[in-house]
C-alpha cells in the first residue's frame, strides 16, 4: 500500500506527468503562464480543484448511477472552481481581478475530469485526493517552469520585479500566447529526449 | 434588414477568423493536440463541436438573461452553463444513437467529450462578458465552432502530412504539435491585427 | 404487476433522484458562499472604484481602506447621476484644478474595460486615467495597468489616434502608444477615452468652477 501510494506520486510527477507527457489540461492556465505570481495562483487552484473532487468523486463512486456519471461529475467540479472563485473574490480580490475569467475555465481543464474519470472513481478517498495533490504538483511545477523562462526572457522581470537591465530588450513573443506553445515544446522535447519515460500505462491514460 | 445581415455576418466571420476561439484564445487545446493526427477522426470531433457549440451558447444566452439575470442568480452562470453543455451533449447522443448507427460512429462518440472542451464553455462565457445580443450570440456560437473545426482540420493536415517524416529525439507527437501550434497561432495574431470586429 | 414495474421504476428515477439531491447540495453550499463573501466584495468594489477616481485625478491613493474613504469624502463631490453626465469633480492634490471624473466602459478581450477618465477644469485636457475592472490578459492586454502606460494620457487632448509603431512622439498630444501584442486593448482604451472626451465638452458648463476668475485670468 505505501509503496503503490508512493509509486504513484512519483508517476504523476515524473514519466506519467499530465502536462509535459500527455499535454493534457494546458489550455486553462497557459494563457496565463507569462507570470509567475499568476501561475502560482492559478496552479493552487488546479491543485485545490483536483484535490477536493477527487476525493468527493471517490467518496460518491458507490453512490453515483452510472447513467448520470458524467453529470454528476461535472457538477461536482463547478462546484468546487465556483467556491474557489467566490473565496478568492472576497479574500484576494487583486488576485482575482488579475486572473478574471480563467479561473471559471478550469472547469473545462481536462486533467481534472480525466483524474476523477480514471482514478477517483475507481479508489479510495484517501489514494484519490494523493492522485490529486500529486497530478496537481506535476501540473504546477512544469506550468512554473514555463512561467520562469517566459517571465525573464519575456518581459525581463521575475515575480514582477526588474531583474534584466535596461539594455535588455523585452522578447515580446514569449509573453504573447505562440510563445508559450514553443516555450513548451522545448520543455518537452528535452524532457522526453532526456528521461525516455516509459509509455503511459492505460489506466492513466483517460482521454 | 440588410444591415442587420451584414453585421451579424460581420461577426460570424471574426468569430471563425479573426477572432478564431482555438488560435487566438487558446481554448479547447487538449483535443486540438490529442485528436488531430488524423482527418477522419478530427472531422467526427469538429462536427460534433460546431453542432454543440451551435446550440449551446444560444441556449445559455436564453438561460441567462431570462433565468438567472432576473433572479439575481448570476454568480451561479458557471455552474448552469456547464449543466447545460454536459446535458445537451448527452441528450444528443441519445438521439443520434437512436437515429443512426453509423452517425453515431462518426460524430456521437465524440459528444461526451465535448463536455470539458473549454471552448464550448469559453464561448459561453464570452457571449456573457462581450454582452451580445440574442442575434449576435446566434453568430458567435455557430462562427466560433466553424473555426475551432477549421483550426482542427488544418493541424490534422499538418500532422498527416508529416507523420512520416523523421523527427529529432524526443520531439515526436506532442512536441512537434505544440510547435506547429505556435506556429498557427502567430499566423492567427497578425490576422487579429488586420481586422477588429466592431 | 406492481412488483416488477415498481424496481423498474425505481431504477428509472435514482439517478434523477440522486442528481436532484446533489446538485440541491452544492447549489445551497455554494449559494451560502456567495450570500457570506458578498459584503466583503461589495466593500472592495467600492473602495476599487474610489481609488480609480482618485488615481484618475491625479491623487496617489493610501494603501489603508479607512484613509481610502476619508481622502474621498473630503476631496471628491458626487454629482447627480445624468445620462452622459460626469460621475464626480475632485480637487487635485496641489489644490489648484477641479478634476471632472466620467465613468467609461470600452471593449476588452475578454470584457468590458471599466475605467475613470479625469479632465482638466483649468485646462481642458486629460488629466488622467485608472481602471475600476478589466479582464485583459496578465502580461499583455493587463499592461494598460502600469505607470508608464497610464501617465502618458495626462495633457494631451482627445480625440486621440494610435501613435504609429516605432515612432514614439513624446511630444504629440493628440496620439496614444499602443501596447505591443495587446492590440484590442490598446484599441479598447482609445475609444474609451475618446468617448469620455465627447461627453466632456458638453458637461463643461454643468460643472461651475469653484474659482471662476482662475479660469478667466488664463
Redesign the interface.
Known amino acids: 500500500m505505501k509503496t503503490r501510494a508512493a509509486r504513484l506520486f512519483l508517476q504523476n510527477l515524473g514519466s506519467n506527468n499530465p502536462v509535459f507527457s500527455q499535454v493534457l489540461g494546458i489550455c486553462s492556465t497557459l494563457?496565463?503562464t507569462?507570470?509567475v505570481l499568476?501561475t502560482v495562483v492559478m496552479s493552487l487552484g488546479v491543485l485545490y480543484t483536483l484535490i477536493l473532487s477527487n476525493i468527493l468523486v471517490s467518496l460518491?463512486r458507490r453512490?453515483?448511477?452510472p447513467?448520470?456519471r458524467m453529470?454528476?461529475e461535472v457538477?461536482?467540479i463547478a462546484?468546487v472552481v465556483?467556491?474557489f472563485d467566490?473565496?478568492l473574490?472576497?479574500?484576494s480580490?487583486e488576485i482575482s481581478?488579475?486572473?478574471?475569467?480563467y479561473v471559471g475555465l478550469i472547469i473545462t481543464n481536462c486533467i481534472i475530469m480525466g483524474r476523477a474519470e480514471a482514478f477517483a472513481l475507481s479508489h479510495p478517498p484517501a489514494l484519490a485526493a494523493l492522485d490529486g495533490l500529486s497530478s496537481g504538483l506535476g501540473y504546477a511545477y512544469v506550468l512554473l517552469l514555463i512561467a520562469a523562462v517566459r517571465?525573464v526572457l519575456?518581459?525581463g522581470t521575475f515575480w514582477g520585479l526588474p531583474i534584466a537591465g535596461s539594455a535588455w530588450s523585452p522578447w515580446?513573443l514569449l509573453?504573447?500566447a505562440p510563445g508559450a506553445f514553443f516555450v513548451l515544446a522545448t520543455l518537452v522535447w528535452i524532457l522526453k529526449g532526456a528521461v525516455r519515460p516509459q509509455p503511459a500505462t492505460p489506466e492513466a491514460t483517460p482521454r | 434588414m440588410i444591415a442587420a445581415f451584414s453585421s451579424w455576418f460581420a461577426l460570424f466571420f471574426s468569430a471563425v477568423f479573426t477572432q478564431n476561439i482555438l488560435l487566438t484564445n487558446y481554448l479547447g487545446m487538449c483535443p486540438f493536440l490529442g485528436a488531430s493526427r488524423e482527418l477522419k477522426t478530427s472531422f467526427g470531433l469538429g462536427a460534433a463541436v460546431v453542432l454543440v457549440m451551435t446550440f449551446t451558447t444560444p441556449l445559455n444566452w436564453l438561460l441567462y438573461h431570462s433565468i438567472l439575470l432576473p433572479l439575481g442568480l448570476e454568480?451561479?452562470a458557471l455552474?448552469a452553463f456547464i449543466?447545460l453543455i454536459a446535458a445537451f451533449t448527452q441528450l444528443t447522443e441519445l438521439v443520434i444513437m437512436r437515429v443512426s448507427d453509423s452517425l453515431h460512429a462518426a460524430l456521437g462518440i465524440f459528444l461526451p467529450l465535448i463536455t470539458v472542451n473549454c471552448a464550448i464553455l469559453g464561448a459561453s462565457l464570452?457571449m456573457v462578458?462581450?454582452?451580445y445580443s440574442f442575434l449576435q450570440t446566434t453568430a458567435y456560437g455557430l462562427g466560433g465552432g466553424l473555426g475551432w473545426m477549421l483550426a482542427l482540420l488544418a493541424m490534422a493536415g499538418i500532422r498527416q502530412r508529416i507523420a512520416k517524416n523523421r523527427l529529432p529525439r524526443g520531439l515526436e507527437g506532442a512536441g512537434i504539435a505544440l510547435i506547429i501550434a505556435g506556429i498557427m497561432a502567430m499566423a492567427f495574431?497578425a490576422f487579429?491585427?488586420m481586422a477588429?470586429p466592431a | 404487476m406492481p412488483s416488477s414495474t415498481s424496481p423498474n421504476l425505481r431504477q428509472r428515477l435514482?439517478?434523477?433522484l440522486?442528481?436532484a439531491l446533489?446538485?440541491a447540495a452544492?447549489?445551497s453550499?455554494?449559494?451560502a458562499?456567495?450570500l457570506a463573501?458578498r459584503p466583503?466584495?461589495e466593500q472592495?468594489r467600492l473602495r476599487?472604484l474610489q481609488r480609480a477616481v482618485l488615481e484618475a485625478a491625479g491623487w496617489s491613493v493610501p494603501p489603508r481602506a479607512d484613509e481610502l474613504a476619508d481622502l474621498f469624502a473630503s476631496r471628491a463631490r458626487l454629482l447627480p447621476e445624468e445620462p452622459d453626465g460626469p460621475f464626480a469633480v475632485v480637487q487635485d492634490p496641489q489644490g489648484r484644478d477641479d478634476r471632472v471624473v466620467f465613468l467609461e466602459e470600452g471593449?476588452g478581450l475578454?470584457?468590458?474595460i471599466r475605467a475613470a477618465v479625469a479632465f482638466s477644469s483649468l485646462e481642458g485636457s486629460l488629466a488622467g486615467i485608472a481602471w475600476i475592472?478589466?479582464?485583459?490578459?496578465?502580461?499583455?492586454g493587463?499592461r494598460i495597468e502600469e505607470p508608464e502606460f497610464r501617465r502618458q494620457f495626462r495633457g494631451k487632448r482627445p480625440p486621440l489616434k494610435l501613435a504609429p509603431l516605432g515612432r514614439p512622439d513624446a511630444g504629440d498630444r493628440s496620439t496614444m502608444q499602443a501596447i505591443?501584442?495587446a492590440?484590442?486593448s490598446s484599441?479598447a482604451v482609445l475609444e474609451l477615452i475618446n468617448r469620455a472626451a465627447s461627453r466632456f465638452k458638453p458637461s463643461l458648463e454643468h460643472v461651475a468652477p469653484t474659482e471662476p476668475d482662475m479660469i478667466l485670468s488664463l
Not at chain 1, 97 to 101: H, I, T
Not at chain 3, 133 to 140: D, F, K
Request: charged share 10%.
Open positions: 494563457a496565463v507569462n507570470r499568476n460518491l453512490r453515483i448511477p447513467r448520470v453529470m454528476s457538477l461536482i462546484s465556483l467556491l467566490i473565496l473574490r472576497a479574500f480580490p481581478r488579475q486572473l478574471g475569467p517571465e519575456g518581459a515580446t509573453a504573447m | 454568480y451561479l455552474i449543466s464570452f462578458a462581450r454582452r495574431t487579429t491585427g477588429t | 435514482a439517478p434523477v440522486f442528481l446533489l446538485t452544492f447549489l453550499l455554494v449559494t458562499a456567495h463573501s466583503i466584495v472592495s476599487y471593449r475578454w470584457g468590458p475592472a478589466h479582464n485583459e490578459t496578465p502580461g499583455l493587463a505591443t501584442g492590440t484590442i484599441q
